[in-house]
């Protein structure tokens, strides 16, 4: 089993994520590149104009599968240190909603780590964002996190 | 004999729209019998018939991990009931 580097990142906050202050922090002498995900609110949802955006989570399990992420991520590329941070509570357009930062020695691995990372992230974290527009506020449209379909242990229909 | 039967307590939590639906954030529910997490929806859409409707678009886990429909409640479990994720 890999064990994550106690030195990686996974984190939900409610303040402006520092993007500099986590590059910094993922960043070593060993490394050739970092290679990072900056998500953040757009003005405009299916042509309707935005005002803000208000995401939840559910704290507990949404750590717990950023954690597996990174565990995926060093398993499956040469990657150094990993950062995940993910805001919650409202954002304004243009503020930064999640923030991804890999180092690794050479850049595709960097690369590719990030775009699973963000990927994964968007299936199987459990975070949601309310979408509000001038005349009212909807869920936003998501994916559905994939699920074991019976439990191995369940008897058999009779 | 019949087996003494125990009840089974779990934390039941609801988010996003889900939440919204249902009215309150967390609950706890008990059975006095064996009970799947398919057992413990069903339950809720009873109570909040526009639940049901959602049946289809809900992923359900135990213990902060995903799990199947028909897996079995123990006591002290937390479950939830989560719409798709939106995060990102």
């Known amino acids: 089993m890999v064990t994550l580097p106690h030195d990686d990142i996974y984190q939900l906050v409610r303040e402006p994520i520092d993007m500099a202050a986590q590059i910094r922090l993922v960043r070593g002498p060993e490394d050739g590149a970092i290679v990072t995900f900056d998500g953040f609110v757009r003005n405009q949802s299916h042509n309707r104009a935005t005002l803000y955006l208000d995401y939840e989570a559910y704290e507990s399990m949404a750590l717990a599968k950023m954690r597996e992420i990174g565990l ?48 994964t992230l968007k299936r199987t974290v459990p975070i949601w964002k309310k979408e509000c527009f001038e005349d009212g506020a909807v869920w936003a449209d998501g994916e559905l996190p994939p699920v074991p379909a019976a439990t191995p242990r369940a008897k058999p229909a009779s | 004999m019949p087996p003494v039967s125990q009840t089974i307590r ?42 049901a409707k959602y049946r289809s678009s809900v992923v359900a886990s135990r213990n902060q991990e995903f799990a199947a429909w028909d897996t079995p409640l123990r006591s002290g479990d937390e479950v939830a009931f989560l719409p798709p994720v939106s995060g990102g």
């Not at chain 2, 249902?22 to 018939?49: K, N």
């Open chain 2, 10 to 51: 779990v934390t039941v939590l609801f988010f996003g729209r889900l939440k919204d639906v249902a009215g309150h954030a967390e609950d706890s529910a008990e059975f006095s019998d064996a009970a799947t997490i398919e057992q413990l929806f069903a339950l809720y859409a009873a109570r909040y018939p526009e639940l």
């Open chain 1, 72 to 119: 995926q991520i060093h398993e499956k590329y040469s990657i150094h240190r990993v950062a995940i941070v993910h805001r919650l509570g409202r954002l304004e357009i243009g503020e930064t909603s999640v923030f991804i930062a890999v180092s690794a020695p050479h850049r595709a691995a960097a690369f590719d780590a990030c775009r699973f990372a963000i990927d």
